[in-house]
Structure formats: C-alpha cells, structure tokens
C-alpha cells in the first residue's frame, strides 16, 4: 500500500483553508497468488447476491454470480477464465447449494456448495477437487446465505 500527505485546500465562507490530512491510496502491487500448485484464478470481479425465490428460509434463495480470469491450473488446462453461478438457500445451511462455472473453453463444471464455505467441483474440469473465493474481506459461512456482495480477489483450489 502507498501512503502520502496532500495538501488539500478549501474555500469556506470566503477564506482559503489548508490543511495537510494523509492521504492513503491503495494499489495492487500484483495479482493474487491463488491456491499453490493447484493454481485457481488470479483476478475476480464481485461476487453479487440477490434474493430469489426458492429453498431457504421464508421460501428464499440467494443467486449468486462472479467472473474469475487468469486462470493458471493443471486442473482447468487451457481454460483462462470463467463466470461463476449459484443458488444457495437463504439464511440455512442444511440444504444443498448447487452453481456452475461456465468457462470460455465452453465446457462446464458443475459444483457443490460445503457447510464451511467450500465448492467442489463435481462434474467438468476440476472434477473432484474443492476451491474457495478468496474474497477482499474474510466472511464466515453465513455470509454466503446472505444477499450481500463481496469483491473477488481469486479463486484458490486447496485439494
């Protein structure tokens, strides 16, 4: 992260203020370094939600959707990117929650959401193997059974 001070001046009731107040920029020095040597992806947009009907409490679901790129991973040759759906029941984590990544080779993989915030991935490239959204800020499980939405910095896969 970069720090510096600016001089920031304002004009209130006639009269040019100064003052110095630091001002903190925070830059990407390099792309994220998913998953070890299984690889992931290394950037992501945001991972949205928004209610839907569907399985949950009060008869709700949450969708969810993000697009991963830079994809590096023996488990996805020749695939360099991906957009991520899934429906997960609001507010409840004793029912399964099912998505899909649609990837720009045109093939699929169907995934499995875990209790513990986990995906396997059981159908497709990466069958068999289990990743998670490295998100900008760290979330317990419920948070994915809320229709909030979180940055993705990668997606790392872990076995």
Do not use: K
Request: negative net charge; proline residues 7%; hydrophobic residues 45%.
């Amino acid at each position: 992260m970069f720090a510096r001070s600016a001089l920031v001046s304002a004009v209130c009731c006639g009269a040019a203020l100064s003052l110095s107040l630091p001002l903190s920029l925070s830059l990407p020095l390099a792309a994220a370094d998913p998953g070890g040597a299984l690889g992931g992806c290394r950037h992501g947009g945001v991972l949205t939600g928004a209610l839907i009907p569907g399985t949950g409490s009060v008869g709700q679901s949450v969708h969810r959707e993000a697009d991963v790129w830079a994809c590096a991973s023996p488990l996805l040759p020749g695939i360099e990117s991906g957009h991520f759906t899934a429906e997960l029941p609001f507010n409840a984590l004793d029912s399964p929650s099912l998505g899909r990544f649609d990837w720009t080779d045109g093939s699929v993989s169907q995934v499995i959401g875990q209790p513990n915030g986990l995906w396997t991935i059981v159908d497709g490239p990466g069958n068999g193997h289990t990743f998670r959204f490295d998100l900008a800020h760290e979330m317990n499980v419920w948070w994915y059974h809320w229709n909030n939405s979180m940055p993705v910095e990668s997606v790392s896969f872990l076995a």
